[in-house]
């Protein structure tokens, strides 16, 4: 029997593993090393610990879910005596979008296999969820009927190696879900509170409920592989349906005084050796006293048991065997003293730095299998449970450690970011409020627009991923409809304080703020067309009547994107391409060629069509120019001769902003200040000009607090 083959030499060598995995515990990698690792159009965002977790951020700049490396957090000592280092990258449910080797010194494959299977292995989480009973195997057949189990194939040879490395994949994931998903873990697990004493033998065990027994029969296993291909493949349960097919008992010997009324003298103390050095394990003792069993033929010592698999709060717990060699106190039934003689005894082990709480009610999973067929019979599974719960009398909590709320954190993660943005953002409304027509007024005012939208698109737009986009107000709608929270727009301070910025330059300015000044793809577009300007292209410019046309069209554009909201919401984010945004500034063109065909399209046309995307099509543009209804003032001064007889404003304007009257049209104003430029210069204003040469004040409509007086 595998019991007696390990000796006192295997429990030694599991104290110097465990010792090597403590004393080995790495330093994460460099950012830049993780960063080079995530697969675009996905990205690495800020440290949320000092272990090598990262945000994984999607192709929109927003939280997605988690990068980390395994070593920093699950050093479980691999068959070269160092850990494998995995890099795995979790979605924000708990599924796998990818695991890639970072570096491992197993012989099988650094000298044998080569790595190529290596990689194959871990390639196979993707898609799976941490939530997921995931087991190392390659069964034959339709070995998953009737089961929950999720079998990921192994590696001919190399056995050992990945079952460590599929350990060291979910001792790690599961850290960081019960850390940083849905709330869980607020606090540190309980632990085993030493000072306790208890004068306890077996008896006092069992009558206090510290000692969960399941007993299964026949009958109810049959009665689980009912209708099933391997309903008539265990002759045993058909001929003696009462009598037990599993007799389960499950002890937590974490606390010393459940230990001691459990163990004979000599098998205490060297529990105590094993915890002394693994102080982070609770042992959990399981004995089965029937005829099913604990762990397969195939079983190896030191690894997770393949029959055995355990649950708590929705998440499953990594078991281990401790490959310790005992015996029970005198006390204990004697069916207990033959089940461990007869090898049908095991205490597991389970690290509760990744978030086991022996103090909390868990489940105990263990696999019925049944094989139908001789030769390469077909493996079929149910899967029976056991309760079990400690008092938490036996434990003891450390001070409980107030994290900061999600927002605060993604807050604190960008304050740098923050203090410049807001710096900018103060000036620009400095020199747009009060400075305007001064601004306007400058002889090298273009020159400095250009260097102002530069800061726009390479600062707010490269550097601080601030592109504003529709998908944020359609997504607000989207939890408004279903009625959920909006604590996700806290979750990226850096564009919601560009937000609101805008909402507030609705109020003053209406949609220009945006449209004219904070856009980067819409500075991208003006960029383009001064180049046009400069390489001489041919403008083009459609009449009045289509101009007034093709602006309507990005209405249309809007109210189709509301209806994909609300009646296929499941394709917003393929109809929210229409906007180039994504492509050209936040995955600044690194993704599949026709989006970055698309987005290159607009840059083009601005050469020969000024914002072409930005008048007639952009969704945001259209929601934003029924924001600017809230404008409370017309800040752009007009004389009586605006539109009659000066058309100069008008012709000048590339956007179409300003109708024959002279009216400004500020649903269609980008505030470029250039109707402000002409309208202050007597070399430009006709008005102006024909004041200076009759000596008259020409007259006004509306007055301008900044506004240049006639000389």
């Not at 795995?88 to 990818?98: I, M, P, W």
């Not at 879900?177 to 208890?198: F, L, Q, S």
């Not at 048991?305 to 310790?324: H, V, Y």
């Not at 292209?537 to 459609?542: A, D, G, N």
Request: hydrophobic share 45%; aromatic share 8%; glycine share 10%.
């Amino acid at each position: 029997m595998w019991r007696r083959s390990t000796g006192p030499l295997g429990a030694a060598l599991a104290l110097c593993l465990a010792l090597i995995a403590q004393v080995t515990m790495a330093e994460p990698l460099p950012r830049e090393t993780i960063a080079e690792r995530v697969r675009a159009p996905m990205s690495l965002g800020e440290p949320v610990n000092d272990k090598g977790v990262y945000q994984l951020l999607n192709s929109g700049g927003a939280h997605a879910g988690y990068v980390f490396e395994t070593e920093p957090m699950a050093p479980l000592p691999g068959f070269s005596g160092a850990p494998i280092n995995l890099l795995v990258t979790l979605d924000l449910d708990g599924r796998f979008l990818d695991v890639q080797i970072l570096e491992h010194n197993e012989p099988i494959f650094v000298s044998g296999l080569g790595q190529a299977p290596f990689n194959a292995f871990v390639e196979q989480y993707r898609g799976h969820s941490i939530s997921d009973t995931l087991v190392v195997g390659t069964p034959y057949g339709d070995a998953t009927a009737g089961s929950a189990l999720v079998y990921l194939d192994g590696v001919t040879k190399a056995t050992a190696s990945v079952r460590i490395a599929h350990e060291t994949i979910l001792a790690a994931a599961l850290q960081v879900a019960r850390e940083k998903m849905n709330g869980v873990a607020a606090g540190p697990p309980a632990h085993p509170d030493p000072t306790v004493d208890e004068a306890l033998d077996w008896q006092a065990l069992v009558d206090q409920g510290l000692v969960t027994r399941k007993i299964v029969t026949n009958a109810e296993v049959q009665a689980a592989f009912a209708g099933t291909l391997w309903e008539d493949d265990d002759p045993e349960a058909l001929s003696d349906p009462q009598a037990p097919y599993l007799d389960l008992w499950i002890v937590d010997l974490g606390p010393p005084s459940i230990a001691r009324a459990v163990l004979d003298e000599g098998s205490f103390e060297t529990l105590q050796g094993f915890l002394e050095i693994s102080g982070t394990d609770e042992p959990i003792l399981v004995v089965e006293t029937a005829r099913h069993g604990l762990v397969s033929e195939d079983f190896i010592r030191n690894t997770s048991p393949d029959w055995l698999s355990a649950e708590q709060g929705g998440f499953p717990i990594a078991l281990r065997d401790a490959d310790l060699i005992f015996d029970l106190a005198r006390d204990v039934p004697q069916a207990l003293h033959d089940a461990v003689y007869d090898g049908h005894a095991l205490i597991l082990r389970t690290d509760r730095r990744l978030g086991f709480d022996p103090a909390s009610p868990w489940e105990l999973q263990v696999a019925a299998i049944r094989e139908h067929g001789v030769f390469q019979p077909q493996v079929g599974s149910v899967t029976l449970t056991a309760d079990h719960a400690t008092p938490e009398r036996f434990f003891t909590r450390p001070g409980v450690v107030q994290t900061l709320p999600p927002w605060r954190e993604a807050l604190r993660g960008r304050a740098d970011d923050m203090i410049v943005l807001g710096v900018v953002l103060a000036l620009l409304l400095a020199l747009l409020g009060p400075g305007m027509n001064r601004l306007a007024g400058l002889r090298i005012f273009t020159p400095v627009r250009l260097g102002i939208l530069a800061i726009v698109t390479g600062f707010i737009g490269w550097w601080g991923q601030g592109q504003l986009s529709i998908v944020t107000p359609l997504a607000a709608l989207r939890t408004a409809l279903d009625g959920g929270s909006f604590a996700f727009l806290l979750y990226d301070p850096f564009s919601l304080l560009i937000w609101a910025v805008v909402i507030v330059g609705f109020v003053l300015w209406g949609r220009g703020l945006f449209c004219g000044w904070l856009c980067p793809f819409g500075a991208l577009q003006e960029f383009a067309s001064h180049i046009g300007r400069l390489l001489r292209v041919p403008q083009v410019e459609p009449s009045a009547g289509w101009d007034a046309r093709l602006k309507l069209l990005k209405y249309v554009v809007l109210a189709g994107l509301i209806g994909v909201t609300v009646f296929a919401p499941t394709h917003i984010d393929k109809a929210a391409e229409v906007e180039p945004f994504k492509t050209a500034i936040t995955t600044f063109f690194l993704r599949e060629w026709y989006y970055v065909a698309y987005a290159a399209l607009w840059l083009v046309l601005s050469m020969v069509l000024f914002k072409g995307f930005c008048r007639y099509v952009c969704p945001l543009g259209a929601l934003m120019a029924i924001g600017g209804l809230l404008r409370g003032r017309d800040w752009i001064a007009r004389r009586a001769d605006c539109g009659s007889p000066c058309q100069l404003c008008r012709v000048k304007c590339r956007y179409g902003a300003i109708a024959p009257s002279g009216r400004i049209q500020y649903d269609e104003c980008f505030q470029c200040l250039d109707c402000v430029a002409i309208h202050d210069d007597p070399r430009q204003c006709v008005p102006l000009i024909l004041e200076a040469r009759q000596g008259q004040r020409p007259r006004r409509r509306t007055g301008h607090p900044n506004e240049v007086p006639a000389e």
